[in-house]
């Protein structure tokens, strides 16, 4: 059963030619390389995110305050007053909270004590 099978597909790429073969070869290998690429991503360990800001410059800006950035990170954690969550400086959800309702944590116990839990759409909290 295997043996004729073998022959079938044998006959059937003498038929190809040797040069289709070969593209087909190819083409099968880079897309199993790919596949094999894309998989690698999503089971590689998740490091911890460290944002290292440069120093200021005397007298231009504030501490925790980034020169020419749009976001002034005032520690490692942020909420809303009026919100429930906290988020890390970065998400999108912290960077629609206006600057006059920001309330600045240095940690997430520090967070969580005030109240606040985790924001789901931000990774890593």
Not at 20 to 37: H, P, Q, R, Y
Not at 62 to 77: F, P, S, T
């Amino acid at each position: 059963m295997i043996r004729e099978m073998w022959e079938k597909i044998k006959d059937v790429l003498w038929l190809i030619g040797g040069d289709l073969w070969l593209v087909l070869v190819i083409f099968l290998v880079s897309f199993a390389s790919f596949g094999l690429g894309r998989l690698s991503v999503l089971y590689a360990p998740q490091g911890h995110l460290e944002v290292v800001y440069p120093p200021a410059v005397e007298g231009s800006a504030g501490e925790g305050e980034v020169l020419g950035a749009e976001v002034q990170v005032m520690g490692q954690y942020v909420a809303s007053r009026t919100g429930s969550k906290y988020h890390f400086p970065w998400c999108a959800g912290a960077q629609s909270i206006k600057e006059a309702n920001k309330i600045w944590f240095d940690s997430k116990e520090e967070a969580e004590a005030a109240g606040y839990a985790p924001a789901a759409n931000c990774k890593g909290l």
